[in-house]
Protein backbone atom coordinates (compact mmCIF):
# COMPACT_ATOMS: atom_id res chain seq x y z
CA UNK A 1 0.00 0.00 0.00
CA UNK A 2 1.05 3.90 -0.92
CA UNK A 3 -0.64 6.32 0.86
CA UNK A 4 -0.81 9.61 -1.20
CA UNK A 5 -1.13 13.27 1.10
CA UNK A 6 -1.58 16.13 -1.41
CA UNK A 7 -1.19 19.96 0.03
CA UNK A 8 -0.69 23.57 -1.38
CA UNK A 9 -4.38 24.35 -2.63
CA UNK A 10 -5.87 27.48 -2.20
CA UNK A 11 -7.37 30.51 -3.83
CA UNK A 12 -5.73 32.42 -6.07
CA UNK A 13 -6.33 35.33 -8.58
CA UNK A 14 -5.97 34.62 -12.03
CA UNK A 15 -2.17 34.96 -13.45
CA UNK A 16 -0.88 33.91 -10.13
CA UNK A 17 1.15 30.84 -8.93
CA UNK A 18 0.46 28.15 -6.64
CA UNK A 19 2.28 24.64 -5.86
CA UNK A 20 1.24 21.24 -4.46
CA UNK A 21 2.80 19.06 -2.95
CA UNK A 22 1.57 15.46 -2.87
CA UNK A 23 3.68 13.07 -0.01
CA UNK A 24 3.89 9.48 -0.41
CA UNK A 25 4.48 6.93 3.01
CA UNK A 26 4.13 3.45 2.61
CA UNK A 27 5.52 1.18 0.14
CA UNK A 28 9.28 2.27 -1.91
CA UNK A 29 8.01 5.57 -3.61
CA UNK A 30 10.53 5.07 -6.24
CA UNK A 31 8.90 1.95 -7.58
CA UNK A 32 6.16 4.43 -8.98
CA UNK A 33 5.54 6.98 -11.67
CA UNK A 34 3.53 9.23 -10.08
CA UNK A 35 0.58 11.64 -11.86
CA UNK A 36 -1.30 14.65 -11.28
CA UNK A 37 -4.82 14.93 -12.31
CA UNK A 38 -7.80 17.28 -11.69
CA UNK A 39 -11.72 17.14 -11.57
CA UNK A 40 -13.75 20.48 -11.72
CA UNK A 41 -17.32 19.66 -10.74
CA UNK A 42 -19.87 17.97 -13.41
CA UNK A 43 -16.53 16.86 -15.06
CA UNK A 44 -14.57 13.94 -15.72
CA UNK A 45 -11.40 13.40 -13.53
CA UNK A 46 -8.78 14.79 -16.66
CA UNK A 47 -5.02 14.09 -16.84
CA UNK A 48 -2.52 17.06 -16.06
CA UNK A 49 0.79 15.67 -15.48
CA UNK A 50 3.32 12.82 -15.34
CA UNK A 51 6.55 11.95 -14.11
CA UNK A 52 8.51 9.01 -14.39
CA UNK A 53 9.91 6.82 -11.43
CA UNK A 54 13.07 8.45 -11.80
CA UNK A 55 11.98 11.75 -12.46
CA UNK A 56 13.92 11.70 -15.75
CA UNK A 57 11.05 11.86 -17.86
CA UNK A 58 7.82 13.99 -17.75
CA UNK A 59 4.51 14.69 -19.63
CA UNK A 60 1.74 17.22 -19.86
CA UNK A 61 -1.71 17.59 -21.00
CA UNK A 62 -1.82 20.50 -23.46
CA UNK A 63 -3.89 22.66 -21.69
CA UNK A 64 -1.49 23.25 -18.85
CA UNK A 65 1.93 23.06 -20.87
CA UNK A 66 4.33 25.73 -20.61
CA UNK A 67 2.26 26.90 -17.26
CA UNK A 68 2.50 23.99 -15.26
CA UNK A 69 6.03 21.90 -14.16
CA UNK A 70 5.93 18.28 -12.35
CA UNK A 71 8.74 17.49 -10.42
CA UNK A 72 9.73 14.70 -7.52
CA UNK A 73 11.73 14.50 -4.82
CA UNK A 74 12.79 10.76 -4.26
CA UNK A 75 14.30 11.60 -0.77
CA UNK A 76 11.71 13.03 0.45
CA UNK A 77 8.96 10.78 -1.14
CA UNK A 78 7.33 13.58 -2.46
CA UNK A 79 6.23 14.95 -5.95
CA UNK A 80 5.36 18.84 -6.53
CA UNK A 81 3.27 20.12 -9.68
CA UNK A 82 4.33 24.01 -9.81
CA UNK A 83 1.20 26.35 -11.32
CA UNK A 84 2.15 29.36 -12.76
CA UNK A 85 -0.22 32.04 -14.56
CA UNK A 86 -2.96 30.00 -13.25
CA UNK A 87 -6.21 30.55 -14.97
CA UNK A 88 -9.89 30.25 -13.82
CA UNK A 89 -10.65 27.48 -15.74
CA UNK A 90 -7.85 25.58 -13.54
CA UNK A 91 -9.98 25.72 -11.20
CA UNK A 92 -10.29 22.14 -10.04
CA UNK A 93 -9.89 19.27 -6.69
CA UNK A 94 -5.85 18.02 -7.82
CA UNK A 95 -5.00 14.79 -7.28
CA UNK A 96 -1.97 12.99 -7.14
CA UNK A 97 -1.48 9.11 -7.95
CA UNK A 98 1.01 6.16 -8.06
CA UNK A 99 1.10 3.92 -10.91
CA UNK A 100 3.26 1.22 -11.41
CA UNK A 101 6.82 2.23 -12.20
CA UNK A 102 7.04 -0.57 -14.44
CA UNK A 103 5.36 0.45 -17.16
CA UNK A 104 6.64 1.76 -20.16
CA UNK A 105 4.93 4.63 -21.49
CA UNK A 106 2.89 7.59 -20.31
CA UNK A 107 -0.15 7.01 -18.19
CA UNK A 108 -2.73 9.23 -18.63
CA UNK A 109 -5.93 7.57 -17.59
CA UNK A 110 -7.10 7.16 -14.02
CA UNK A 111 -7.39 3.27 -14.69
CA UNK A 112 -3.61 2.93 -15.09
CA UNK A 113 -3.22 3.88 -11.23
CA UNK A 114 -3.22 2.30 -9.11
CA UNK A 115 -3.22 5.02 -5.41
CA UNK A 116 -4.94 8.25 -4.87
CA UNK A 117 -4.89 11.26 -2.48
CA UNK A 118 -7.71 12.84 -1.34
CA UNK A 119 -7.48 16.09 -3.27
CA UNK A 120 -6.38 19.46 -2.74
CA UNK A 121 -8.86 22.27 -3.85
CA UNK A 122 -7.65 24.86 -6.17
CA UNK A 123 -9.48 27.75 -6.88
CA UNK A 124 -8.64 30.46 -8.98
CA UNK A 125 -10.49 34.09 -9.35
CA UNK A 126 -10.90 36.06 -12.41
Known amino acids: QVQLVESGGGLVQAGGSLQLSCAASGRTFTSYHMGWFRQAPGNEREFVAF????????YYADSVKGRFTISRDNAKNTVYLQMNSLKPEDTAVYYCAGGPGHRIGVLTIPTQYDYWGQGTQVTVSS
Open 51 to 58: ITRSGGST
